[in-house]
């Protein structure tokens, strides 16, 4: 079976411009969440999604956003970057919210 | 204070030694509670859930105490492949299907031969 997958790998961006992350969870899985994490520090949390609505949004600033479509998938956008975006970008799925959650592999975002 | 914390590290130790990791969290309105494992710029992997009654998988123990609010993993037997940042995650649901889940900065181990 597919796991999480995440798309691009890696993104080299400037700062000012904007970003699109994409995931798509594991089949039969309906929550999807974003993090961030960098070097250090255990992840972050951004967002929680479940049947394509926000459950759940950590302590990010409004260039955070992001949305899940009804095939499950999600999106997680960043306007305006800054340097300090820099870090790994993580989407996790779940059958639902609480279960255990399953990650993939990430998209390691630089901003220079 | 973080909401969640864990033993800072690093733990290094022989191989076939026994360690602990502990993790405190300070929401006690929490309701399940993982072990994840993640190798270096990797992904983190579920090593396994814990449950109030304690579970074990393997050389693998985990045990929870809500009423002290902390979470252990015990590693049995270490072996050169357990090296890896050890990940503490406490999941708080706010209602049905809305919730967040928060990660501790993890502990670090190093088995040595």
């Known amino acids: 079976d597919a796991g999480v997958t995440q798309s691009p790998t890696h993104l080299i961006k400037t700062r000012g411009q904007h970003v699109t992350l994409r995931c798509s969870p594991i089949?039969?899985?309906?929550?999807v969440s974003w993090y961030q994490q960098v070097l250090g520090q255990g992840p972050q949390f951004i967002f929680q999604?479940?049947?394509?609505?926000?459950?759940g949004r950590g302590n990010f600033p409004d260039r955070f956003s992001a949305r899940q479509f009804p095939n499950y998938s999600s999106e997680l956008n960043v306007n305006a970057l800054l340097l300090g975006d820099s870090a790994l970008y993580l989407c996790?799925?779940?059958?639902?919210?609480?279960?255990?959650?399953?990650f993939g592999p990430g998209t390691r975002l630089t901003v220079t | 204070r973080k909401e969640v914390e864990q033993d800072p590290g690093p733990f290094n130790v022989p191989e076939g030694a026994t360690v602990a990791f502990n993790c405190t969290y300070s929401?006690?309105?929490?309701?399940?509670f993982f072990w994840y494992r993640q190798d270096c710029r990797k992904e983190p992997k579920l090593l396994m859930s814990?449950?109030?009654s304690g579970n074990e998988d393997g050389r693998f123990t985990a045990q929870l105490n809500r009423a002290s609010q902390y979470i252990s993993l015990l590693i049995r037997d270490s072996k050169l492949s357990d090296s890896a940042t050890y990940l503490c995650v406490v999941n708080t649901v706010y209602n049905t299907n809305a919730g967040k889940s928060t990660f501790g900065d993890g502990t670090t181990l190093t088995v040595k031969p």
């Open positions: 929401n006690s309105a929490s309701q399940s």
């Open positions: 814990v449950y109030s």
């Open positions: 089949s039969g899985h309906k929550s």
């Open positions: 999604y479940y049947e394509k609505e926000e459950r």
């Open positions: 996790a799925s779940s059958f639902k919210t609480s279960y255990e959650q399953y």
